[in-house]
């Protein structure tokens, strides 16, 4: 679950592809729809909240497929029924703006979300690959200017001075490219702004933040749990290396 979606999520940001994308997360397929933080929307889904979007083929509806009949011949005059139509064109001309902004291939805000979701996602596979419990990894600070040593057999070293101090930490050989992926996506998520954690949360003000109350009492993972399942519409039960 988790390795799905940052694989594909993060292959979306870094390698610039186009949107709307359909993703496959533990058997189940969804698109990607680079619409803000509702992006996610299961393929055929019934119970789409994006109204908008055909969950069927991946696109914006068209006008003839959005206009409700019934509500339309519930109008009693024609300029009622004009006025209904003309709204309607103009929110479906909306939609197809912000959906050609978001898609920017360089940079938006709906890719920054989409790359947080990503980084997320990775912050569950971190624990399993070096070991860490919650607490300690969330805590972890940062600093760009790190080396990678080879260490034990099958592990490499992470090194870096950090808030004056040395730190260092493991990840298996065959994770480090997960792990260089990571840094690229958290300095797309920053751009120009800064985080002395290497883990932190992109949220609705904008701002990306580290968050005290959960991320340094060993809930963070459940915050993460929590924010998957509701954006991908399913449960996420406490992981095992098996969730990952």
Do not use: H
């Not at 709307?20 to 990607?32: F, Q």
């Not at 040395?166 to 994770?175: A, L, Y």
């Not at 992109?202 to 005290?212: E, I, M």
């Not at 998957?228 to 449960?235: G, R, S, V």
């Amino acid at each position: 679950f988790f390795y799905d979606i940052f694989t594909q999520l993060s292959q979306l940001i870094l390698k610039k592809e186009e949107f709307p994308a359909l993703i496959k997360v533990s058997d189940k397929e969804y698109y990607i729809a680079n619409y803000g933080t509702s992006f996610v929307v299961k393929k055929d889904s019934k119970d789409n909240l994006f109204v908008a979007f055909d969950s069927t083929c991946g696109r914006i509806k068209t006008f003839e497929e959005m206009i409700d009949i019934d509500r339309l011949n519930r109008y009693d005059t024609n300029d009622q029924k004009c006025f209904y139509k003309r709204n309607l064109k103009t929110s479906i001309s909306k939609i197809i703006a912000n959906f050609n902004e978001a898609d920017n291939r360089n940079f938006s805000e709906a890719r920054r979300w989409i790359a947080n979701t990503a980084m997320q996602s990775y912050f569950m596979l971190f624990l399993f690959q070096t070991g860490m419990n919650d607490s300690t990894a969330a805590g972890l600070k940062w600093n760009d200017d790190y080396i990678i040593e080879k260490d034990e057999q099958n592990f490499r070293t992470i090194k870096y001075r950090a808030g004056n101090k040395p730190v260092e930490f493991n990840i298996q050989s065959n994770f480090i490219q997960d792990f260089k992926k990571f840094i690229e996506l958290r300095s797309y998520v920053l751009q120009k702004e800064e985080n002395p954690y290497l883990f932190f949360m992109y949220n609705t003000d904008k701002k990306c933040v580290s968050n005290p109350v959960s991320q340094f009492k060993g809930s963070y993972n459940g915050v993460i749990r929590k924010s998957l399942a509701n954006k991908f519409n399913t449960k996420v039960s406490p992981i095992t290396s098996r969730d990952l």
